[in-house]
Structures are given as structure tokens and as C-alpha cells.
């Protein structure tokens, strides 16, 4: 697997990922409604760094690395993660965590957070502890799941130093 930064030449390749992700609305809290232009926009947003996974060519996942906040926290990141359905099961979010925590430091990161984990999304947050994240707040209520109704969010953090 070879993960490479993204380029918007890989619009369609990051759309076709970001799409059936963003359509479930069950782990990102984003509009299901939202268009193509808009959720480009957002994956490709100011300051955030982009990176395609790819086997042979074949794009099998997609993430992004951003400053979570400015001044006295800028240096604490943040990420998105979104895998390929077709790809599953294969590795590719590990390998996109482990590729970002790798890279992180380079662009003078010292923590990495992620501010919204959807609990009932159990698959990421088993990787993310896994690989030393903690739980270290949890939001009750704070997510509408379109099957399970409201469960709770969870604030997840590891400092890379």
C-alpha cells in the first residue's frame, strides 16, 4: 500500500470514497445532503493536509491532517479518516492512522485529537485505542445516528512526544 498526498486530481477517486461515507451519516457529522462541491471543499479545505491510499493505483482510502486550533493549541492536529467500502476489512485505516501519526511530527504536531468519534462507530474506536488514544471526554447525546437515534460522542487524544 502507498499512501502519497492527495492532489485535485484525485477529486473523483476522493469523492467516490466520500460519498457513500457522508450519505450513511452514521460517523461524520455532516450534512448526508451534502454535494459534491461542498464536501470536496471540506476534504480539501484550508491549511489541511490531504493523502490518497492506493494499491496498484487502486485508491482505497483518504485522509486529511489539519491544526485543530489556533495560537496556544496549534500545536495539537486533527484528522479524517474515510476507507473505501470496497476496501474494508483490509488494513487501510491502520495504515492511514500509522501514516499520519508518522507525518505529524514533521509538520510540528506534538498531539493528535479527534474532537467527535461517534461511539457506535466501535471499529474506529477499537483502532484508535489500539494505537494509544484515550478516551478523555465523552459527549452524551451529542450525535443523531440515523438507526440508533442519539448516542454520544467521544473525544479522543494522544500526545506524539
Known sequence: MNIRPATRADDEAVWAMLEPVFRAGDTYAIDPDISREDALAYWFGPQR????????????????????????GSHVCNCGYVTSPAARGRGVARAMLAHSLDAAPGFGF????FNFVVSTNTRAVAIWEGA???????????????QQGYVDALVMFRSLV
Open 110 to 113: 506534538r498531539a493528535m485529537q
Open 132 to 146: 494509544g488514544f484515550d478516551i478523555v471526554g465523552r459527549l452524551p447525546g451529542a450525535f443523531h445516528h440515523p
Open 49 to 72: 493536509h490531504v493523502f490518497v491510499a492506493e494499491d496498484s493505483g487502486t485508491p482505497l482510502g483518504t485522509y486529511y491532517m489539519v491544526r485543530n486550533q489556533k495560537g496556544g
